[in-house]
């Protein structure tokens, strides 16, 4: 292997700069403003294959990170699709008629719903006047009476035919009281009180007692007759008004009838309407009587007519496509709908008229967007969309059902067919979380959209940039950009995306910066959006978010924070660890540290003992010991302790970026050999030395040369990094000027072994022929220190024989005697 010597890189590779020219316009006014989706062309196919299957269970998650624009786009994408399609129907629930606790669901064609309720009200209105009219005509009163009075001779004549009978009997009469007709004793034709009764010889109570109960048991048959003959009466009565009713009903029915003669369900209602009206005709009469008289109804007859009204639930416009709702409170009733209650007497009452819609309802026969988290975070709603989109039928119930350990009597309404497509807005969390937990899930939501982070940066993609920015400023009335504007938009895409070759998806934060940089356009009087004023956003941004960063540079030129980068020193070196402060991150250089002496006990994390290390820190550690024992321990073991510690690093350590700084530290530790302090690195290792990518990088950069910049650069400061991550440098303006007046450098190295002469000024050296290593390398050093140990330690543990004296501070034995040597 040849080891090559790292060169420092130049100012054009550290950020890729755009160029206004290839945009083809001078402003955004010149362009057209961006209608559509874009960089995420896979996402959106999936989205539209998603719509297109007409099958359940192909509804649609979209996953992707938070301000990429996922939710703008799919609904975009569908109401420029419901534009084209069929409106979807109106639904209305009305009474059943019967015990009033299942109301049904009925569906008319969209925009029709108010038109029925008015038809319905208008009905109702015209019985109120006519029925009431016919019911108290002259020739219905004339036939009533006459019915009423033919009743009442018929049980006057039973009465008398029984009176008759009755003064023929010697023991027994008939007397009345305010409660009716009563059979009482008599002596002679002569009622007789209870003294009387029991002064008469006891053959004649026997004769009277028995009498009595022979009359008693005629009289109640009398009695069953003239009540039969009162029920008839009734009943002749009911008939005669149903009959009276028929014709009024019939009539103001019919036309409305006529009217939604297309809509069976409608009709067949309006049917059973009528022979409620009429079976309950004197609901109107009564209604009519008391508002006439003047006097006010009680509360619980206010709206007597309730159960034959119309509950319209959902509304469509006809011409208006299909419906797209955004539910953004998916709470168990804003989904589902809710029967609200009312209170009267104290009591709380409901009945169909208190049922409201869900976001369900209103997005029947089109489409639903929702958040993911949010449905998750809300009782039991998470739990009622599934069950509506499994057995495809919304069925409004209530949460009380769930929850209660008491059954409650409520409504249970009929269930409405749905008819939707679900778009569920997540994070690949929670995507991956349902998909792994949750059967139900991989049932009902088949398709996957994926939205990348990122998109190709490319002149297609600088210029959909740049229809992106026309966009905002004319929708939120702001100054056009130049394309130097524009340029400086897409480099800070290009940050976000961690990568010279791809811009960010996240246009939510690219939304909020051209809005501040047309901010400052205004402020400033500007015409056009310049890239000064772009430039100046940024850094406003940076100066509102970076108090934390302020405040540790501060620990850091104070000496609180020790950072000392000039001077070499042996087993130190800085690395580099990344901090968060909300939405600002930033990065601290951080000592790494190694002590290295004879012994057993390998390669010790000091972060790892105290569990301050992370999984993938420990990781990092370990490799260590694989790559030294490869590289060193071929012919003779590894004798070595050694201890890594962070200087000043008092929280949770994750990640293997320092696991390349580790082993440079530890190196020089056994090697004696000095690193210069003003040289950071960061890089994962592994077990054959190749430094591997991490994440992060310009922060890195950026972090450690503030840190420098504190403590006063002296031109040979800088940063080794991997070269996989050349492609991930998007410095900002004053790294990059640093760079180019060397005043501040940038190494990428692909081996471990190529940083050596940039921190040491020393090779590593490499092995000759004869497997040797040159003695003034940095690995010739290191190999000869640990053979030293080795040898060092099979003389610390050889037992002492005559005439030789063992190592300083080794252990002595006596010399064994011939017994000894025997019994062994």
Not at 75 to 95: I, N
Not at 140 to 157: G, N, P, S, V
Not at 268 to 296: M, W, Y
Not at 776 to 800: I, Q
Request: aromatic share 6%; net charge negative; charged share 30%.
């Amino acid at each position: 292997m040849t080891i090559r010597t790292p060169s420092s890189l130049k100012p054009e590779q550290l950020r890729r700069a755009c160029d206004p020219a290839t945009l083809n316009f001078k402003t955004t006014a010149e362009i057209e403003p961006l209608r559509e989706a874009i960089g995420q062309d896979l996402a959106m196919r999936a989205v539209r294959f998603g719509l297109d299957v007409e099958h359940p269970g192909y509804n649609i998650f979209a996953l992707g990170l938070p301000g990429s624009g996922r939710a703008t786009m799919i609904r975009q994408l569908l109401e420029d699709r419901a534009k084209d399609e069929p409106a979807a129907p109106d639904w209305c629930y009305v009474s059943d008629f019967g015990a009033g606790r299942e109301p049904n669901a009925l569906e008319v064609p969209a925009g029709r719903g108010p038109e029925l309720h008015g038809d319905v009200e208008r009905l109702l209105a015209d019985l109120q006047a006519s029925l009431p009219k016919a019911l108290n005509s002259d020739e219905f009163r004339k036939k009533r009476d006459e019915i009423a009075e033919r009743a009442m001779e018929l049980q006057r004549k039973m009465i008398e035919e029984f009176q008759k009978r009755v003064e023929e009997e010697p023991y027994v009469t008939l007397l009345q009281t305010p409660t009716g007709f009563v059979v009482a004793p008599a002596f002679g034709k002569q009622p007789i009180d209870d003294q009387q009764f029991q002064n008469l010889p006891e053959e004649q109570r026997e004769q009277i007692l028995k009498r009595r109960r022979e009359v008693e048991k005629a009289f109640a048959e009398v009695q069953r007759r003239v009540r039969e003959a009162e029920l008839n009466a009734r009943s002749e009565v009911q008939k005669l008004q149903r009959t009276e009713a028929s014709d009024v009903v019939d009539h103001c029915v019919g036309r409305v009838e006529h009217r939604w003669s297309s809509v069976p369900d409608v009709v067949q209602h309006l049917e059973r309407l009528a022979k409620e009206i009429v079976e309950n005709a004197e609901q109107f009469s009564d209604t009519q009587d008391e508002s006439e008289s003047g006097q006010s109804l009680p509360v619980e007859s206010e709206d007597q007519l309730a159960a034959y009204r119309v509950n319209v639930i959902v509304h469509n416009k006809p011409d208006g496509g299909a419906p797209v709702i955004h539910e953004q409170n998916p709470t168990y009733h804003n989904l589902i709908g809710r029967i609200e209650h009312r209170v009267q007497f104290g009591t709380m009452v409901t009945d169909f008229s208190q049922i409201t819609a869900g976001a369900l309802h209103r997005a029947n026969g089109g489409y639903l967007i929702l958040e993911a988290n949010n449905v998750l975070q809300k009782p039991l709603a998470w739990a009622g969309l599934k069950n509506a989109l499994r057995t495809q039928a919304i069925r409004l119930e209530e949460m009380l059902e769930y929850t209660s350990l008491i059954a409650t009597t409520t409504l249970k309404p009929e269930p409405i067919p749905l008819s939707c497509r679900v778009i569920l807005i997540g994070d690949p969390y929670t995507y991956y979380l349902l998909h792994a937990f949750d059967d139900d899930f991989r049932e009902l939501f088949k398709v996957k959209a994926d939205f990348s982070p990122y998109m190709t940066r490319d002149a297609d993609g600088e210029r959909a940039y740049g229809a992106f920015i026309a966009a905002r400023c004319e929708e939120e009335s702001l100054p056009p950009f130049d394309a130097c504007g524009v340029a400086r938009v897409a480099e800070f895409g290009s940050r976000l995306a961690e990568h010279q070759e791809r811009l960010t998806t996240r246009f939510g934060a690219i939304g909020d910066l051209v809005r501040e940089a047309g901010f400052f356009a205004k402020a400033n009087a500007h015409e056009v959006v310049s890239e000064q004023d772009v430039q100046r956003a940024i850094e406003e941004r940076e100066d509102r978010v970076n108090r934390a960063e302020r405040e540790l540079l501060e620990l850091i030129e104070n000496d609180t924070l020790t950072v000392e980068p000039s001077g070499e020193r042996v087993g130190q070196l800085y690395g580099l660890a990344v901090l968060a402060a909300a939405e600002h991150t930033f990065a601290r250089p951080i000592k790494v540290e190694a002590s290295a002496f004879m012994g057993t006990s390998g390669v010790v994390d000091i972060e790892r003992e105290v569990r301050l290390g992370g999984p993938l820190h420990n990781k990092g550690v370990l490799v260590l010991s694989g790559y030294l024992g490869e590289l060193f321990a071929q012919d003779h073991p590894l004798i070595m302790s050694a201890t890594l510690s962070f200087d000043q690093l008092y929280e949770e350590v994750e990640g293997d970026s320092a696991s390349a700084a580790e082993l440079y530290a530890l190196v020089s530790a056994i090697a004696d050999v000095p690193l210069r302090q003003g040289i950071a690195i960061t890089g994962a290792l592994n077990q054959k030395g190749d430094i591997q990518p991490i994440g992060a990088v310009s922060t890195k950069i950026e972090g450690f040369y503030r840190a420098c910049r504190r403590r006063g650069l002296t031109g040979e400061q800088g940063v080794i990094i991997p070269a996989r991550n050349i492609p991930n440098l998007v410095l900002n303006d004053e790294v990059i000027e640093a760079v180019r007046q060397g005043q501040f450098h940038i190494w990428p190295i692909r081996q471990v072994e190529e940083g050596w002469e940039v921190l040491a000024g020393m090779p590593a050296g490499e092995r000759d022929e004869h497997g040797d290593l040159p003695e003034d390398s940095v690995y010739g050093r290191t190999a000869a220190k640990l053979l030293e140990w080795a040898r060092g330690w099979r003389e610390f543990g050889r037992p002492v024989r005559k005439g030789r004296q063992p190592p300083e501070g080794g252990p002595t034995e006596e010399e064994p005697s011939e017994e000894k040597e025997a019994a062994k």
